[in-house]
């Protein structure tokens, strides 16, 4: 039963990551993170599906390889990324504990995008 529940919702990361590459602000490697995530636990196919797409593959494969995230990758990513967290911070809530937290998250993930660059 479990594992089909990490099937069902594996399948539907891909779908919201495959929208993603069409929408801009739908993160798109998130959501692919997620499914192979669950796609380990559940269907070893589902992985395998996911690294030979010639249109998913390019999101997660930098991200797991030793050469790291492509610089004009992540300069996109990180200013795709302030860009959408400052339109949240300022305009989707006008609680100071969700600002902070919205911003500290933006800076966690910049900091773990910028650790994972490609290294010259």
Known sequence: MIKHIYII???ICVGLGLLGTF????PTTPF???AIFLFM???KSGVKMI???RILAPYVVSYFSKEGIPMNILLRTILLLWLTMGCCIIWATHNIYVRL???AIAAGVTIHLVLK???D
Do not use: E, G, V
């Open 9 to 11: 919702s594996a399948t």
């Open 101 to 103: 937290l919205l911003a």
């Open 23 to 26: 929408i801009p602000l739908l």
């Open 41 to 43: 636990r559940s269907s």
């Open 117 to 119: 660059r490609k290294k």
């Open 51 to 53: 690294l030979r797409n």
């Open 32 to 34: 692919l993170l997620l």
